[in-house]
């Protein structure tokens, strides 16, 4: 059976740490939205590694990695990872269709952070933003476009006009490209049709799907206007039939940029939990705002998610060292049979606290939050190594 694994808060779940604990046992891993701005932290032989646009299938050798089409991809970024890692196009696929971030979009995405003043959304500034805006308005660049020099001209010579309009309405320099014909050379090896990549990686074994980002962030589901540019639920277009959902989620609440959150602590526990958790960006170092267990929100992302099962990465530390764990059950006068309240009303709600006493044994807790999610426990992480988890159904 096919695996999605979707983050169920704000992003920062472990989401990373679970698929590298997975990706032995399928024949092939796939990103199926974002680019560079993730942060998948694995960590391997004590040295941490944070991949930003490869799948967690890229620390094992035999995995193929596949960047599908809901993507978009910073070329010299990947190039970089990959010469990094060492992957060539016998491990790793791009789809032709994924969109291009060109090197200008960074600024634009910046430019336009500054806009927003007071409202930011806190973005990562590696121009995600403005990389589905340009595709959802027709003025976008795909991996296959970029990777055909008579393509590329062609696309680049209709497209370019309105990127100097965009650019000039934010009083930013005309778009330069440097290394255009290299990067396209480099790149040509590794673009594929990622429907076929899939297939024939299914043919193999069961294919991993990595999400990034949290359901929280959805551009649908979660709370818009602090959320993202692509959808974050799970890829049912390349998914085929039936496959396990696991919502990922850890027993405290972290938050990277703007929007509203509802259960985040202040002063000195907001200090402990992200000290001892290291809740700190693994692609920006930004620190991260930090926050209770919000079993509401975490009941809403599991139902937009379509999540089957639990998956708990339970970073107690910040907790065991408070001495305490208050969890968010309800939200004060809301009844939950009407849904999630909406973007504009998430800021009004009053959590309602109980205290689970300090956290002694992860496994019961995660039981426990599972039971309050009403979900089966598919995993629980107990450490950031490799093997440090308990699967209370089984591996895969």
Avoid at 161 to 182: C, K, Q, V, Y
């Amino acid at each position: 059976m096919d695996t999605v694994v979707l983050g169920l808060q704000w992003g920062d779940e472990g989401k990373g740490k679970l698929c590298d604990e997975m990706a032995p046992g399928h024949a092939a891993v796939v990103r199926f939205q974002g680019g560079a701005n993730a942060g998948h932290t694995v960590v391997r032989s004590g040295v941490k590694i944070a991949l930003h646009q490869m799948p967690c299938g890229a620390l094992h050798a035999g995995v193929r990695c596949v960047i599908a089409a809901g993507c978009v991809v910073d070329p010299v970024a990947l190039r970089a990872e990959a010469e990094g890692l060492g992957l060539g196009p016998d491990r790793l696929a791009v789809s032709a269709r994924a969109q291009v971030v060109p090197p200008w979009y960074g600024a634009i995405d910046a430019a336009e952070e500054r806009l927003r003043e007071h409202g930011a959304v806190g973005t990562t500034g590696r121009g995600i933003g403005p990389a589905y805006a340009a595709k959802a308005g027709r003025w976008g660049i795909t991996v296959g476009e970029l990777s055909d020099p008579g393509a590329r001209a062609a696309r680049l010579a209709a497209v370019l006009p309105w990127h100097h309009r965009w650019l000039g309405a934010l009083g930013l320099p005309a778009p330069a490209w440097p290394d255009l014909d290299g990067l396209g050379d480099w790149l040509r090896p590794y673009v594929v049709d990622d429907l076929a990549a899939i297939a024939a990686g299914r043919a193999a074994g069961p294919v991993l799907f990595e999400g990034q980002l949290g359901i929280m962030r959805d551009p649908d589901r979660g709370l818009q206007p602090a959320a993202t540019g692509a959808s974050l639920l799970p890829p049912a277009a390349l998914t085929g039939p039936a496959p396990r959902v696991l919502g990922v989620a850890k027993p405290y609440v972290t938050m990277v940029g703007g929007g509203d959150f509802p259960t985040e602590a202040g002063g000195p526990d907001a200090d402990v939990l992200r000290e001892l958790g290291e809740e700190y960006g693994a692609t920006t170092g930004r620190p991260r705002r930090c926050g209770w267990l919000d079993l509401p929100a975490l009941r809403y992302a599991a139902r937009a998610a379509g999540a089957t099962h639990l998956a708990m990465q339970m970073k107690l530390d910040g907790l065991a060292a408070l001495g305490r764990m208050p969890v968010c059950v309800a939200y004060s006068g809301w009844d939950e049979a009407r849904g999630y309240p909406l973007p504009h009303e998430v800021g009004r709600v009053e959590p309602v606290y109980e205290d689970w006493g300090p956290p002694a044994d992860p496994v019961a807790l995660a039981r426990r939050i599972a039971d309050a999610v009403g979900l089966p426990l598919a995993y629980a992480g107990t450490g950031a190594a490799r093997g440090e988890a308990v699967w209370p159904q089984g591996r895969q």
